[in-house]
């Protein structure tokens, strides 16, 4: 737990933060998703559905905030030291990517899920 807290506060060293809690817990996500997608573990549709809608939830409403906040903090504390060079603007740069990318897949999925609510909804 102190690690995750660590992580918020942005006490973590630029590239831990970066590479171990963005990079490889979002390939981690990746997979989880694809997992989902390609081979689902749950046959009925709307379990199926639940199930998606909690990892979408947790993936999107719990990690991918926590990412960011904890990234942005450390590269703000890696800038004010005096021999800092580029990396924590760089790396500021590549969060704010990241968000607009994540807002435009979430833009371009509501259709998609729009119409498999409509496809499995016995409303």
Do not use: K
């Amino acid at each position: 737990m102190n690690y995750v807290r660590s992580h918020w506060r942005g006490e973590l060293r630029l590239a831990t933060a970066f590479w171990v809690n963005v990079f490889f817990v979002g390939l981690l996500f990746c997979f989880v998703e694809l997992w989902l997608e390609e081979s689902p573990p749950i046959e009925h549709p709307v379990s199926y559905a639940r199930c998606f809608v909690v990892y979408f939830a947790v993936a999107i409403l719990l990690v991918y905030p926590r990412q960011i906040v904890g990234v942005w903090r450390s590269s703000s504390r890696y800038s004010e030291r005096p021999d800092s060079g580029i990396w924590g603007g760089v790396v500021r740069v590549l969060v704010v990517i990241g968000a607009l990318a994540t807002a435009g897949n979430l833009i371009v999925s509501l259709p998609v899920v729009n119409e498999q609510q409509d496809t499995y909804c016995v409303c």
